[in-house]
């Protein structure tokens, strides 16, 4: 069974940084591409970044990049999104989503930007 | 940037009739293996999103038969045979091809 399980998620100030983490199993993970996606509250999701297999390409929406990194960790079978310079609009319940077929999320870790 | 259209935005249905969604991509989903990069998901208030179909049309483990997807290239249909209450929720259909996009939603409530 496949699982991925977040954490990091909590209240920052803006302009803050937090580390997400994704800790996956049941699938082999240096195979997929990992994604992360966010839900701000009362709105649709919105993909955030993935990396490929090997972390050799990373891509990022446009309001995250520069700010976002985007990193795994195959030995750990876990991928992180390091997030700084964080904004109020940033907000947002933040999922980790495995690239396999079918996709399968996790249960979402929630970030807060407030003063 | 492959942009997802959902229609309706909401759907009120009766329990035991039929319903229907629909999701437009800006861009083709058919990937060069001959799937459709395609799948819908619901998401009840306070959960994350659930698969309901992956490749346009098939259905993921567990979801009910009344359930069904079809479509290609860049026109997709999610349809319920006979609604159930547990069915509310918001509706999501996702692109997968190339980095991930959504459909705006569905809200689908009991009349």
């Known amino acids: 069974e496949v699982k991925l399980v977040e954490s990091g998620g909590g209240l920052v100030q803006p302009g803050g940084s937090l580390r997400l983490s994704c800790a996956a199993s049941?699938?082999?993970?240096?195979?997929?591409?990992m994604s992360w996606v966010r839900q701000a509250p009362g709105k649709g999701p919105e993909w955030v970044a993935n990396i490929k297999e090997d972390g050799s390409d990373k891509d990022y929406v446009d309001s995250v990049k520069g700010r976002f990194t985007i990193f795994r960790d195959n030995a750990k079978t876990s991928t992180y999104l390091q997030m700084s310079s964080l904004r109020v609009e940033d907000t947002a319940v933040y999922y980790c989503?495995?690239?396999?077929?079918?996709?399968?999320w996790g249960q979402g870790t929630l970030v807060i930007v407030s003063s | 940037d492959i942009v997802m259209t959902q229609s309706p935005l909401s759907l009120p249905v009766t329990p035991g009739e039929p319903a229907s969604i629909s999701c437009r991509s800006s861009?083709?989903?058919?990937?060069?293996?001959?799937?459709?990069?395609l799948d819908w998901y619901l998401q009840k208030p306070g959960q994350s999103p659930q698969l309901l179909i992956y490749w346009a049309s098939i259905r993921a483990s567990g979801v009910p038969d009344r359930f069904s997807g079809s479509g290609s290239g860049t026109d997709f249909t999610l349809k319920i045979s006979r609604v159930e209450a547990e069915d509310v929720g918001v509706y999501y259909c996702m692109q997968a091809i190339h980095r991930l996009t959504f459909g705006g939603g569905t809200k689908v409530e009991i009349k």
């Open positions: 989503v495995s690239q396999t077929v079918p996709t399968n």
């Open positions: 049941g699938f082999t993970f240096n195979k997929y591409w």
């Open positions: 861009q083709s989903l058919l990937y060069s293996n001959g799937y459709n990069y």
